[in-house]
């Protein structure tokens, strides 16, 4: 159970750092330095969820019936894909670029956020039940 408390937590700290960059992307100038300190803070949450489903998925792949096992090897095909995406959007959006097109910027960020909650609830829908079988 205590891996599945982890990946709740994980969750929640990267789910509350979107929250908080919906409200300053709402603001009609960029906070940057608030903006920094969440992008830092999501960032790490995400690594630190990836790697541990990145050490959880050969085991919940391998106990998973048929339709969870495609699932879990859907998300963990889409990591990569996310990784880079990710990379590129950090890469490309420099405190230079956010502060000369604070609007693109927004709407940038709110396409990644929709996909990183969307991506959080297919996780929840179906890694929680697959942990919390494990552990009773």
Do not use: F
Not at 10 to 28: F, V
Not at 90 to 109: F, K, Q
Not at 129 to 135: E, F, G, N
Request: net charge positive; with cysteine.
């Amino acid at each position: 159970m205590r891996v599945l408390s982890e990946l709740q937590r994980l969750h929640g700290q990267i789910l509350a750092n979107l929250d908080e960059l919906e409200a300053l992307t709402a603001l009609g100038e960029p906070p940057m330095h608030r903006l920094s300190a969440v992008r830092l803070a999501l960032t790490r949450a995400s690594r630190a969820r990836t790697m541990l489903l990145d050490r959880l998925y050969p085991t919940l792949i391998a106990g998973a019936g048929a339709a969870d096992r495609a699932v879990l090897e859907r998300l963990r095909g889409e990591a990569k894909d996310n990784l880079v995406t990710s990379v590129n959007h950090i890469g490309n959006w420099t405190v230079r670029e956010i502060t000369a097109r604070w609007a693109d910027y927004c709407t940038a960020s709110h396409a990644l956020r929709a996909a990183m909650r969307d991506r959080i609830a297919r996780e929840i829908a179906v890694v929680y039940p697959l942990l919390a079988d494990r552990a009773a």
